[in-house]
């Protein structure tokens, strides 16, 4: 069983930066593949970026978003610049265990969820 506890969501101008942090409980966290996603008001929720032995982003966040992780804390990153207001959602760490080298944008194939923290851009 893995828990996550997601914090660093608030509200920020366009162009701003924020980085949240997902904590992972678990002796395995190493061997998990992470990911983070979104869900705005009304929309579906939506894959962001993953990390597992590489790094994967959508495509709206590709170069703006940078996606890390620190095995010695369990805890994994994201690093979001240049903010627009279209990234205004929940933000949701997710975790799953995989037998092979993929990567994985699916949200049904994450089995731990965190909370969720509030990410609001302003205009």
């Known amino acids: 069983q893995v828990q996550l506890v997601e914090s660093g969501g608030g509200l920020v101008q366009a162009g701003g930066s924020l980085r949240l942090s997902c904590a992972a409980s678990?002796?395995?966290?190493?061997?998990?593949?992470m990911a983070w996603f979104r869900q705005a008001p009304g929309k579906e929720r939506e894959f962001v970026a993953t990390?597992?032995?590489?790094?994967y982003y959508a495509d709206s966040v590709k170069g703006r978003f940078t996606i890390s992780r620190d095995n010695a804390k369990n805890t994994v990153y994201l690093q979001m610049n240049s903010l627009k207001p279209e990234d205004t959602a929940v933000y949701y760490c997710?975790?799953?265990?995989?037998?092979?080298?993929?990567?994985?944008?699916?949200?049904?194939?994450?089995?731990?969820w965190g909370q969720g923290t509030q990410v609001t851009v302003s205009s």
């Open positions: 997710a975790a799953t265990s995989l037998s092979a080298p993929v990567i994985v944008t699916t949200r049904s194939m994450y089995h731990y």
């Open positions: 990390i597992t032995w590489t790094t």
């Open positions: 678990g002796r395995t966290f190493s061997s998990y593949a």
